[in-house]
C-alpha cells in the first residue's frame, strides 16, 4: 500500500529533476541527433538510467493517473530520440 505523503514528495522530487536534469538533457539529445550526430556512450548511458526509472515508477504513475500524460509525452520524446538516432547510425 502506498502512503499518499510519501507519494507526493517522491512525485515533486521526479519533477523537479525532469525540469532541471532530464528535460534539457533529452532536448540536448534531440538537437544533436536531428543534426544527424549519433549518441555518445554516456547518453546510452543516460538513457538506460531514464528507462529503468520509468520502470520503477511505473506503479506510482498508475496511483496517480494525472501524471500519465507527463510520463507518456516524456517518454514518447525518449522515443523520438532513439528512433532518430538509430537511423542516423544506419546512414555511417
Known amino acids: ?20 536534469q532530464r528535460l534539457p538533457m533529452a532536448l ?7 543534426q544527424g550526430e ?4 554516456y547518453d546510452i548511458s543516460k538513457l538506460e538510467e531514464v528507462f529503468a526509472d ?3 515508477i ?4 498508475a496511483r496517480h493517473p494525472e501524471y500519465q500524460d ?3 509525452r516524456v517518454l514518447h520524446l525518449y522515443k523520438e530520440i532513439l528512433d532518430k538516432a538509430l537511423e542516423n547510425e544506419k546512414k555511417v
Open 70 to 72: 507527463l510520463v507518456g
Open 54 to 56: 520509468a520502470q520503477t
Open 28 to 34: 540536448a539529445m534531440k538537437d544533436r541527433v536531428d
Open 58 to 61: 511505473q506503479p506510482m504513475v
Open 38 to 41: 549519433s549518441l555518445s556512450q
Open 1 to 20: 500500500m502506498s502512503n499518499p505523503t510519501q507519494d507526493a514528495g517522491v512525485i515533486q522530487t521526479l519533477v523537479e529533476r525532469l525540469n532541471s
